[in-house]
Each structure stands twice: as C-alpha cells, then as structure tokens.
C-alpha cells in the first residue's frame, strides 16, 4: 500500500467514524428524560401558544431524522444551531469558550511533554538504580493525583494561601493569559505525567538493549549520540501514539479543571448545558470531542512512518 | 417571580462533592483551623452600610452563574436579575425595603378597577442618547403578551386585555378582571422598559452576549464574554442623580463552583458576592478581607407538599410531620443558624403597606407547632397512617438540600412514617416545578420560595385550585374566594385584611410546610461600601450605589 492511498484509506474511515458519531450524538438526546421547552419556558406558567410558538422556532416539532438532516446540513454551512440557554448561535458560544480550552490542553500538554519525557529518559538511563526508582515513584504519585485534587491543593496554596496566581479567569493577551492557565494547566498535566514517563521510559529500555545501538556504541560514538540518533529517535514512536489518546483524555478531564478554576472552557460549558438540556449546545461539543480525538489519531497513524521509517516498511511488507 | 431554590444553584450542582471537598481542604490549609458547620454564628441585619467616601474606578462582582439572558422578558434568575437591576429600569421602582415609589413611570394611576394608567418621566434618556417615549413604555410590556417571545413573566400579564399609549406621555393599561397584583409587579422585570428601536432592531439577538440592551440605568452595557464577564461602565447622562454610578467601571464575573468563588473572596480579587454559600461563610468571616452581610429577604424555605392523595391528604399527618422535624436544628446546620424557624409562608418584610393590625394577625394569631415528637405520633395515629409510605425528592443541588432530607426522614420515621428519599438530577428537580407528570408519586420536594413584589397576595395566589405552582392541587372553595378577592381589591390597607386570613388559612391547613425564614447572605470587600444588603437587589440599582470605602 502507498503512502498516498494509505491516507485515502485513513481518511475514509475517518469520515465514516464522524458520521456514525454524529448520529449517535444526535439521536442519543431523545434517550434523555427532559423537555428541552419546559427548560426554555424556565419552568413558569406557559400559555400554550407560548409553548407553541417556542417548539416551533427551535424546530422542536419536526420529526427527528428532519432535525437530524438540518443539523447536519447546517453544520456544513457554518450554522450549528442556537443555544436553547444563552439564545445565541452555538457557534459564537463555542467559539468563545475554544480558545480557553485550547490554551489549556497546549500548555497541559506540554508540560506533560516537558516532565513526562525527561523524566521516562532519565529512569531509562538510569535504570534499575536509585534515580530510576526515585523518578518512577515520583511519576506513580503524581499519576494518583485526581485532577480535582491537584486543582483544590494548587488554588489553595499557591493563589489564596501565597497569592501568586490568580484564583479564577482566563486573561487577556499572550503573557497574561498564560499566567492565568498556569496552575489550571498543572493541575490537569499531573494526572497524566505517568503515562508519557512511563512509556517513554519502557520505550527507551527497549531501544537501548536493541544490537544497532551496541553497534553504534562500539564504532565508538559518544554516549550522548548514541542516546539522541539511536535510542531517542526510535523510542519516539510510541510516545507519539500515547499522546494522540492523551490529548483526547485532556479534553474530557479539562471539564473538572475549568470548573474548580473559575475558567470558562468548554468543560464547564458542557457541564452546565448537560444541566440545563442545552442540547444544540452538548452535541456540538460532544462531536467537536469526537472530532478531536479522531482527527489527532489520524494524525498521529499518519506520522508514525514519517518518524519511524521500519512502521512504513512493516505495512508495505503486509 | 417565584421559586429560587430550584434554578439558582444548577450551575454548581455537578461539582457539588468537590465543593464541600474543597472547602473542608482550603478551610484547613488556609486558616489552620476547621470551621464545622455546625457551629452557630453571630449575625444581625443590616439595613444600610455606611456611605461612600467617594467614586472608585472599578469594582468586580462574583456571580454564581452566568446569566442566560439580559433580555428582561427572560430575567427569571438571581443571575439575570442581579446584572439588570442596574442596566435597566421599571415604570415602578422596588427599593430595599420592599417599597415601590415612581421610577420610569412618574406617576401611576387607577381610574377605573381595571384599567392602570402610567405617566411616563419626561427627560429620560436610553443609553445610545434617544429619549424616553410612550411608545417605548407600550412596545416594552407588549413584549410580555406575545407568544414568540415566550415571557418569563406572563403570569403578571395574564389577565391583560390591551396595553396602549393614550396620550404623549401616557400609557394605560386595561385588565380583564380588577388586579391589584399586575401594577405591584411593574417595579420588577415584569416592568422594565427598553427602548422599542432597540428591540426592533436587534431581533432575536436582543439580550444576548453579542446583542446586549439599551435601557435607562445608571450603569451601561459595555460587553459580555461569554463564559467569563459582563462589563458595565457609568450612564453619564442618568436621569435621577440620587442613584447616579459611584464607580466608572463595574464586572460581573460568573464563578459556578462556590469553591471558586470562595477562593476568589478570601484572596481579595473581588469585591463581592451576592447568594454566598452558608457552609463557608465562617472561613469567609475569618479570612478578613470583608464583611459578611445579612439583610432583608423575602424567601420561606417550605417542604412543598406535592401529593394530597396519599397520606398527606390528612391535614392531621402534615401537622404530624411538620412538627416531627427538628427545625431550630436543620437551621443550625445547614445555616449556621442564620434565620428563624417559621408557621406560615410569608415574611413581615412583604407587608410593608398593611393594616398594622392585619400584620400582627397574619404573624401571631396562628397555630404554632413546636418540635413534639410524642404529640406528632399520636396525629399520626389518629390518621390511621401509621407505616404510610412517602417519597421524597431531593438532588445534590447544596448542603441545605440535602440536611432537610435527610432530617425530614429521620422525623417521619419517629413517628411512623416510612419516607424514602429519591436523588435526582438537578434538571430532573427542576421539572417538578413545570411538569405535573414529574411530580407523580412524589409526595414531599424542598424549596426557598421568594417574591418580587411587596405583596403577600404574590405567595397565598398560588395556592388556588388549579394555580401552576399549586403542586399539591391542594384545593378549598372559600379560600379561592377569599384570594380573588383580595388580588381584586385595590386599597393595601383592605386587601391586607384579607391576606391575613389567607395567611391564617394556609397556616391551619398546610398545604406546604414551612420550615424557616433565612436572610439574604452576602459579602461586601473592603475596598467599598455604600449599599443594601437586601433581596430588592434583583431589582434595584445596588451596584450604582457602591463606592470606594
């Protein structure tokens, strides 16, 4: 199979697995007990031309699969609805919580990235010594961490106790808004530090008792180089394919995260519209999630062979 | 208009577990002590705070919740409500003691029972800089009888045949049947006033993040971050200097989970909070970067008595059980102690306009039940309910719904009854207020019930047969007609007479049981000062009054 059709293929399935998605996310609301019109008529007395009149401009009185096609449909034009809570096009409710949860997820995963990898290679390096096993329970008791927990001892000690972050909000401009997500972002990495170390970590262990790199290491490279261009470079692989998983787990954990902080993502805009039977609102995010971790594993299938050439090889030989 | 409990706190519900959590952790790392719930505390209510010394640039406000809308058709909620009270205004204005003097409207009149004729202020101008008009007035309060708008607060325009402008500055308003409640109602939303180009021109987006309003208050719509903030700045072309903007820029920012906001309060970032949470007022107390408030409230916690066919169909099993449950102690734990226990289903502070003497009936003139287990059980046995089975509702919404479940099980059980309690979602709470197939098999739901007008004909309205919000289809022919006849007698002092035995009768008959009367808890930063810590909040400009301390 060539690379080109490789991903004719991956993209195929691709969109098969969003449509599916899509319907299950669409149809799964009916599932749910609940009156979306009683929820926008807030529980008041309604006259019935009112409870008419609602039904009617949500669209509510079409059969479902209508409601499916013109939610599909409008979808490809860039009208995802309107919110039943906010009276206001998904869209723009969306859209401006995206960016807080984007923020997050980038700096979480980076700093996931930043202890995780270094602290997989030094264990690896060291292994079996003390710094091995010190590095290894220090990922172990992180990874036990909730991201609830992380997050109250994180606001407690260093934004009311020490006041060197601020308790809530998602800043304005680069600096600041960094500033803001910094202790958000920690308290979502810490839950997910483990499993890059520790991935990294077998990955490395593998490597360095593979023949090629006790050749490299008697052709008399350095140890340093032999560690970049021989062990590193083939360990990357299956880092890469645990942080494609990790960057969905990021999303769905970001909910409880955004919640105790005080930021307006889309985890707790997704609380709240579950609560409220925002229904538009849930499902475009629940697709987007989908979208997400769907597109990221795409991805990251596709960069294996870029990265590890043998990946490439191995599927042609099949 | 009417129910608090169940729409306030939804926000917040899902992380309920972590709040407490949170609370407990950040209570002990931060002070160094515990701060147990059960521990009473000192208050006393505030009527006023001291004045201002002067303008402040910028004061930010903590808000449990985002505001679905500022649209004031749909300004329902605590959230709305606190935003809007500043932003827009009403014909009538409600002050902080539940008084209702001229506001929009300068003057008000009631020629004939069922007609209302308002004259509106001249020289009054919306925040783009157009004037005030009549028309405004009539396209405004239209707004609440059209179908596709789907109003919030119809109920008060129900029995409304026209709304027209009969004169430059007049507009007059003819009711179906005399109806004394529907002008109370005009110093809430129900009687704001926005200006009808605006409406016009912002359609379906009126209200909402992008669109915003355009009223006459002393504060202005700047913008709204979805999700995050509403910015408001000084009107500077306010009419009534009485109530002109103390601070040139004033936030709201929304923080859903009350460990946030707890966190936010104690670390000094924002100057205050309304609706703060009792299981952490005493941290918030210690933490000293202001002051706890408590002030006037209008709201009655009730155990709403939702099934009259079953046992508690007899009036004997819920005297029985009302008098089973340990009040003073559900008030001590769930709120500090903050509050008072209570017989009937207003409070003083809505009879503002009374007869004295009415008032003095309506409060003491009543039954009493005092805690009595022995004498509940013997109810119970002449009711013949010994080993009834009940059901109750609750749902992790906060602490005092659960401290009343489970206490109002433990009561029953002591004297005979078998109450099983049943969590549910807080949406699936919601629904027992709107949808009677919900409240099927359900016998008992908690609720803090609070009214927006000054009137206690608002709370003894819904007890009429076939009312909405009587979710017990509780049901006696002379109480009916007592009520229609207070809501059509127009003289205050009359009507006031009338609403005691209304008060007396549900206070003999039960249809829900009233559990405690708890004031309205706030925090106040110590950069300002300069307001009300009243429920009239929802309604009057408090934010325009606060300056720097």
């Known amino acids: 199979m060539t690379y080109a059709r490789r991903i004719a293929a991956k993209l195929g399935a691709l969109l098969l697995t969003l449509f599916l998605a899509s319907l299950l996310v669409f149809f799964s609301r009916f599932l749910v007990p609940g009156d979306p019109v009683s929820f926008l008529l807030r529980g008041r007395k309604p006259s019935p031309e009112a409870v008419a009149a609602v039904t009617e401009q949500f669209g509510l009185d079409l059969p479902a699969w209508e409601q499916y096609v013109n939610w599909v449909f409008g979808i490809f034009r860039g009208d995802f609805g309107r919110s039943l809570q906010y009276r206001q096009d998904v869209a723009t409710v969306i859209g401006d919580r995206l960016p807080v949860t984007l923020g997050l997820v980038v700096l979480a995963a980076l700093m996931i990235a930043i202890v995780g990898i270094s602290g997989g290679v030094i264990a690896a390096l060291n292994r079996g010594k003390l710094a091995d096993r010190a590095m290894l329970i220090f990922l172990t008791v992180l990874g036990a961490i909730p991201s609830f927990v992380g997050s109250i001892v994180l606001i407690a000690v260093f934004a009311v106790t020490l006041g060197w972050f601020p308790t809530f909000g998602s800043g304005t401009g680069f600096w600041d808004t960094i500033y803001h997500l910094f202790l958000p972002a920690l308290a979502l990495a810490i839950a997910f530090v483990v499993l890059i170390g520790k991935v990294t970590r077998s990955s490395m262990v593998e490597q360095i008792g593979r023949e090629h790199v006790e050749v490299a290491t008697s052709r008399g490279l350095t140890r340093g180089t032999v560690i970049r261009r021989h062990v590193f470079r083939n360990a990357v692989g299956p880092i890469v394919t645990v942080s494609g998983l990790l960057v969905a787990g990021l999303l769905v954990a970001s909910t409880i995260v955004e919640s105790a902080f005080g930021i307006s993502g889309l985890g707790s805009l997704l609380v709240q519209s579950v609560d409220r039977l925002d229904f538009p609102v849930v499902q475009m995010i629940v697709l987007f999630v989908v979208a997400a971790f769907v597109v990221i594993n795409a991805i990251v299938d596709l960069l294996e062979p870029l990265i590890d050439p043998r990946a490439a090889a191995g599927a042609d030989a099949r | ?432 207020f709107s949808d009677p197939s919900a409240r099927e098999g359900v016998d008992l739901f908690y609720t803090i019930w609070y009214l927006s007008s000054p009137d206690p004909m608002e709370m003894y309205g819904v007890f009429r047969t076939d009312e909405f919000s009587n979710y017990g289809n509780w049901s006696d022919p002379d109480y009916d007609a007592l009520v229609t006849e207070a809501v059509s007698t127009m003289d205050p002092i009359k009507r006031s007479a009338l609403a005691a035995q209304a008060q007396q009768i549900t206070n003999r008959e039960l249809p829900w049981l009233p559990l405690a009367e708890t004031p309205t808890a706030m925090f106040m930063g110590d950069r300002v000062t300069g307001l009300s810590p009243s429920i009239s909040y929802l309604y009057y400009p408090w934010a325009a009054t606060l300056g720097a301390r």
């Open chain 2, 1 to 432: 208009m009417f129910t608090s409990s169940p729409l306030r706190r939804r926000g917040s519900a899902i992380v309920a577990g972590l709040a407490v959590a949170g609370v407990a952790l950040t209570g002990c790392s931060a002070q160094g002590g515990s701060d147990s719930a059960g521990t009473p505390m000192d208050w006393t209510l505030t009527d006023q705070t001291a004045a201002p010394s002067g303008d402040i640039d910028q004061i930010t406000w903590a808000s449990y919740s985002e505001p679905y809308s500022l649209d004031y058709a749909y300004a329902f909620d605590y959230a709305d409500n606190q935003v809007l009270a500043n932003v827009c205004e009403s014909l009538l204005r409600l002050n902080p003691d539940y008084s209702l003097t001229p506001s929009l409207a300068e003057s008000f009149a009631n020629p004939t029972p069922t007609t209302w004729v308002y004259q509106i202020r001249e020289g009054v101008k919306f925040h783009d800089g157009t004037a005030l008009t009549a028309a405004d007035a009539v396209a405004s309060m239209s707004r609440h009888l059209d179908p596709e708008v789907g109003s919030s607060w119809y109920s008060v325009y129900q029995n409304v045949a026209s709304i027209e402008q009969t004169g430059e500055r007049e507009v007059t308003v003819t009711t179906t049947i005399p109806d004394s409640q529907f002008n109370l109602g005009m110093g809430g939303a129900a009687g704001v006033i926005e200006s009808a180009a605006t409406l016009a021109k912002l359609g379906a987006d009126y209200g909402n993040s992008t669109g915003g309003v355009n009223c006459t208050g002393p504060m202005q719509f700047d913008s709204w971050k979805s999700g995050e903030k509403i910015e408001l700045s000084r009107f500077a072309d306010y009419w009534d200097p009485e109530l002109a903007a103390q601070s040139e820029k004033f936030d709201f920012v929304f923080m859903a989970d009350p460990t946030a906001r707890t966190n936010a309060l104690k670390s000094g970032e924002v100057d205050g909070t309304w609706l703060l949470p009792m299981d952490a007022a005493q941290s918030i107390k210690k933490a000293g970067t202001g002051d706890v408030l408590f002030g006037m409230n209008t709201a009655v916690s009730n155990l709403v008595v939702s099934n009259l066919a079953g046992p508690l169909g007899d009036v004997r099993v819920r005297k029985a059980l009302l008098m089973a449950i340990d009040r003073e102690g559900i008030l001590q734990a769930m709120n500090s102690g903050v509050g008072e226990v209570t017989d009937v289903h207003s409070t003083r502070s809505v009879w503002n306009d009374a007869d004295p003497a009415a008032t003095e009936a309506a409060f003491t003139d009543i039954e009493t039940y005092p805690f009595d287990v022995a004498a509940a059980q013997k109810l119970v046995e002449e009711a013949g309910a010994t080993g009834a089975k009940l059901k109750l509702v609750t749902a992790p919404i906060s602490q005092d719904f659960a401290i009343v479940s489970q206490a109002t099980a433990a009561a029953a059980k002591s004297i005979g009854l078998d109450v099983t309690i049943d969590t549910v979602t807080p949406s699936a709470y919601t629904a027992l």
